[in-house]
């Protein structure tokens, strides 16, 4: 089966730097994006890995490791406004993504 | 970015009657639109996919006579909801691709049946 595992929640201070984790199982594989979601909001678009290596833009990186079924979100020097549930979502054969709960990820002061 | 709209972004309505979501690529041509549900804390949950000029591929236990999609040019897909009920109230979003790996989400559409 199809399958993405992801921390449900997370807590970082503002300012410090936060990886979130995520793990999964697909048939086969098309690439692997990570979209952000305030709540009520629809997603918006992070990052899109497709080869393994870490992807740099700006305050946020996304990791890749293929053999492993493995990425990883890194959002530094974190704001307030970074309070959202993070969504990593492989790519399927059929190029259909496969969506995780998300992690929710809550910033203190 | 391109840029997708989705509208309403809110709609309330009375139980029994139909509501029309619309999805629109606003500045590329979408090859492939997908609608999905979210309840709340709950992930994103594929409803169907649809393709241009042709029938839409609705995912298992999704009622086809009850979302009824229509998908009449690369850059308008509708989703209507037909007889709804207060269980279909949920937020409904929209994705447009433009190429097999970038998808593009509407605003959503937050449905409350009364």
């Known amino acids: 089966g199809q399958n993405i595992d992801q921390p449900t929640e997370m807590t970082a201070t503002e300012g410090a730097i936060v990886q979130i984790n995520c793990t999964y199982q697909?048939?086969?594989?098309?690439?692997l994006f990570w979209y952000q979601q305030h709540a009520g909001e629809a997603p918006t678009f992070l990052s899109y890995n497709v080869l393994d290596g870490l992807e740099e833009k700006g305050r946020f990186s996304s990791f890749l490791s293929r053999s492993k079924g493995y990425s990883y979100l890194l959002l530094k020097e974190l704001q307030m406004k970074d309070s959202a549930s993070y969504l990593c979502a492989p790519m399927d054969s059929n190029y259909q993504l496969i969506w995780g709960a998300g992690t929710k990820l809550i910033i203190k002061p | 970015g391109a840029v997708v709209s989705q509208h309403p972004s809110r709609v309330i309505c009375k139980s029994g009657t139909s509501v029309k979501i619309e999805c629109r690529s606003l500045?590329?041509?979408?090859?492939?639109m997908f609608w999905y549900r979210q309840f709340p804390k709950q992930s994103l949950m594929l409803m169907a996919t649809?393709?241009?000029?042709?029938?839409?591929?609705?995912e298992q236990g999704v009622e086809k006579d009850k979302f009824l999609i229509n998908h009449a040019s690369l850059t308008l897909s509708t989703l209507t909801v037909t007889s709804a009920h207060p269980e279909d109230s949920s937020f409904y979003i929209c994705?447009?691709?433009?190429?097999?790996?970038?998808?593009?989400f509407g605003q959503g559409t937050r449905l409350t049946v009364v």
């Open positions: 500045d590329f041509q979408a090859t492939t």
């Open positions: 649809s393709n241009e000029g042709s029938k839409a591929t609705y």
């Open positions: 697909t048939s086969g594989f098309n690439g």
């Open positions: 994705s447009a691709s433009r190429g097999v790996t970038e998808a593009f």
